[in-house]
């Protein structure tokens, strides 16, 4: 649905009432910050990748607009030496401020938040043949998150972008059984996990 909300937008004008609509193909690559909230786990950064469309709205008030974008983010992460592929729908709508710097360059800072949408696999499971365990990785159906970036916008057309994405809460939880020798009994360990990203920004607006 919001894919078609975007597309139906080209019909608009580049200029309409004094604000200007602009729309485009977003894609770049991300570099994933793993964390758990247990000391004895292992942390792996990894790289993914993005794409998709992207409309920005330049408001009247001088400097400001909005970019709101749609895109299919695919990544993979390490979980101990498990790989685990994350396949998300990202909706980042940003507030940005821009400062001209002759005709033809824009020094912008945008921050907003963004939704993601798990449209993959969302639980793992696998056994750690070394000490005989179960292990299990769940991810969050839903991720709310937060953006803040800057970024340079060219001729009207190309723009470069570094953005910083912080979740808001947990990203998923990973959870591991083990067998005590002095109960005889199986006990459940748990950890959550945060992932914050530098993205890497291209986009070509029409």
């Known amino acids: 649905m919001l894919l078609t909300c975007l597309l139906l937008l080209t019909g608009l004008t580049t200029v309409h009432a004094g604000r200007r609509v602009m729309l485009g193909v977003r894609g770049g690559f991300e570099l994933t910050e793993m964390n758990f909230n247990a000391e004895d786990l292992r942390e792996s950064n990894r790289v993914g990748f993005y794409f998709g469309p992207s409309i920005e709205f330049a408001l009247p008030l001088v400097g400001l607009g909005i970019d709101i974008s749609a895109l299919y983010s695919r990544r993979s992460l390490k979980v101990d030496d498990q790989k685990v ?26 921050a907003g938040p963004q939704l993601g949408m798990n449209i ?25 998150s937060f953006n803040f970036g800057f970024g340079v916008h060219l001729e009207n057309h190309l723009e470069a972008g570094v953005y910083y994405n912080v979740p808001v809460g947990k990203a998923a939880d990973f959870t591991w059984d083990k067998l005590s020798t002095e109960l005889k009994d199986t006990t459940w360990s748990s950890a959550k996990t945060k992932t914050n990203a530098w993205h890497i920004s291209l986009t070509y607006f029409f």
């Open 85 to 110: 592929t994350q396949k998300y729908i990202q909706v980042p709508a940003n507030l940005r401020f821009g400062v001209e710097i002759g005709d033809v360059v824009t020094v912008f800072a945008s």
């Open 120 to 144: 993959g696999k969302d639980i793992f499971h696998w056994k750690d043949e070394e000490d005989m365990t179960n292990r299990q990785f769940l991810m969050q159906n839903t991720m709310l």
